[in-house]
């Protein structure tokens, strides 16, 4: 390097510190600390807003899914964005899944907005031994022996809501979420908690307060929170008032059940030395909302489906009789329904029913050629590979036959992972989840005929759980 002949020794000395810091200062704008020495800089978008990072983005896709579609679209099986304040790596590749699979641990800040609904104790939020002794603790009550237990009571819920339909007539349009939401708030009630709802009335009223704590939560993820003493905020709170106070019920009677035929959820809760009374009262809440908002909704989605496609309602029906005839379904040949599983294989692809799933690392993580930084939130978005169409050929047409034994055999391991799999954490009432399917079909199905109400627009909106914009009416008739 030449300096100019006319510089003193110290103007040379000044301006050595000059050139070096300058140096400094561009390596500092164009080196992307995001990725490391060890490998090449992840992919992504640079934040849009200082504050909100890429969640403005976000509400502009229209859901969190949309957007990782959109993100990964653009920049492959791997990209960053900013979550607020918070880099975070998205992951879409079954293969990349491998290097996260043992992982236990959720970034707690991804699902900070729940808090005020799920409370701060839930297992939603526990990491580390005490997650995973407590996440034990829940998952004795979904095991593959205790899910035969709940067949039974499913089977009398279902025949209730079948009951209910027969007095419909042919030109009598029946609100199918409402319905399928109401069917599995009594089955979780029934298998979790020991007491089933009766009262239509008790029924609407969670339903009403819980859709608005939900609705609430997920407003918030692309939005500020309510001002303190505003309207939305005290609905809010008085609608997770009724919902706590309603668990506080359950907590309540099935301590004073004094004749306890069957060991359920709450009593594993109950028992739990190690729970506070927060505690049991927030993972009993969180209980409640995963299990009847998910099965809810796949039943839904599952029915409108076969709306859409009278061939496949009616192939479900043939199977149903075969292997049922006139009797009731029971643990021992579930199994053998396999076409009918399939169709609640595809229902739970198509429909995107949980998008994402999430997890962090204490330790640098090496995916692929990428190093993810430690403590690195880490997004699975479930939803992006299921609609892959390099797995799933015409993603969005709805085929149950993907998941005949044939097929299942082409798809590499993890491409179907509707209820998550990570760390030991996958959903814990998956085994329940299909139980109902199985079971609220075997029933419905066999008795009548579902139709869609013609001149309806169907749209999904993805959140946390995907749920139809709008109510979806259908009309039935007897078989």
Not at 81 to 101: D, H, I, N, R, T
Not at 285 to 305: K, V
Not at 470 to 478: D, N
Request: aromatic share 12%; net charge negative.
């Amino acid at each position: 390097m030449m300096f100019p002949s006319h510089l003193s020794g110290t103007d040379l000395g000044v301006f050595a510190v000059v050139v070096v810091f300058g140096l400094i200062v561009v390596l500092l704008f164009t080196f992307d600390f995001r990725g490391s020495s060890k490998g090449p800089s992840i992919p992504g978008e640079e934040p849009s807003d200082s504050e909100m990072g890429n969640l403005l983005d976000v509400g502009k896709a229209g859901s969190l899914h949309e957007y990782l579609m959109l993100l990964h679209e653009k920049y492959g099986a791997i990209a960053g964005f900013w979550w607020g304040k918070m880099y975070v790596v998205s992951l879409a590749s079954p293969e990349y899944w491998k290097e996260v699979q043992p992982i236990f641990d959720r970034p707690p800040e991804l699902f900070k907005l729940f808090e005020p609904l799920i409370g701060k104790k839930s297992i939603q939020f526990a990491n580390g031994p005490s997650g995973r002794k407590r996440r034990q603790v829940m998952d004795r009550s979904f095991s593959h022996e205790s899910v035969k237990d709940y067949y039974e009571y499913l089977v009398q819920i279902a025949k209730e809501t079948a009951n209910q339909f027969s007095t419909s007539s042919l030109q009598e349009h029946v609100p199918l979420g409402k319905s399928m939401v109401a069917m599995a708030i009594r089955a979780i009630s029934a298998v979790g908690m020991g007491r089933a709802f009766r009262e239509e009335k008790e029924i609407d009223k969670l339903s009403t307060v819980y859709e608005l704590c939900w609705n609430e939560m997920e407003a918030r993820l692309t939005e500020p929170a309510p001002e303190p003493h505003s309207k939305r905020e005290k609905d809010f709170q008085d609608a997770k008032t009724t919902m706590q106070n309603i668990v506080k019920e359950y907590m309540k009677q099935r301590r004073e059940d004094k004749d306890k035929a069957e060991r359920l959820f709450i009593d594993s809760v109950l028992d739990c030395e190690f729970m506070d009374e927060e505690e049991m009262c927030d993972n009993i809440m969180s209980f409640l909302i995963g299990g009847f908002h998910t099965t809810g909704n796949m039943m839904t989605w599952c029915l409108y489906y076969l709306t859409k496609h009278p061939e496949v309602q009616e192939k479900v029906y043939e199977e149903l009789i075969e292997v049922l005839g006139d009797e009731d379904i029971k643990p021992q040949v579930a199994s053998e329904l396999r076409y009918t599983r399939q169709v609640i294989d595809e229902t739970l692809r198509v429909s995107v029913l949980a998008p994402w799933g999430a997890r962090i690392h204490e330790f640098d993580l090496q995916v692929g050629e990428y190093i993810i930084p430690k403590e690195t939130p880490m997004l699975l978005p479930f939803g992006v590979v299921l609609q892959d169409p390099n797995l799933w050929p015409e993603p969005q047409r709805f085929d149950p036959d993907r998941f005949n034994s044939d097929n299942l055999k082409k798809l590499p391991n993890l491409s179907y992972q509707p209820f998550g799999f990570a760390g030991k954490r996958k959903c814990p009432g998956w085994r329940l989840s299909i139980a109902e399917g199985l079971v609220f079909l075997s029933v419905l199905v066999k008795r009548f005929k579902f139709h869609l109400v013609e001149g309806q627009h169907v749209k999904p909106v993805y959140r946390l759980v995907t749920s139809p914009s709008e109510e979806i009416w259908v009309t039935v008739t007897k078989r």
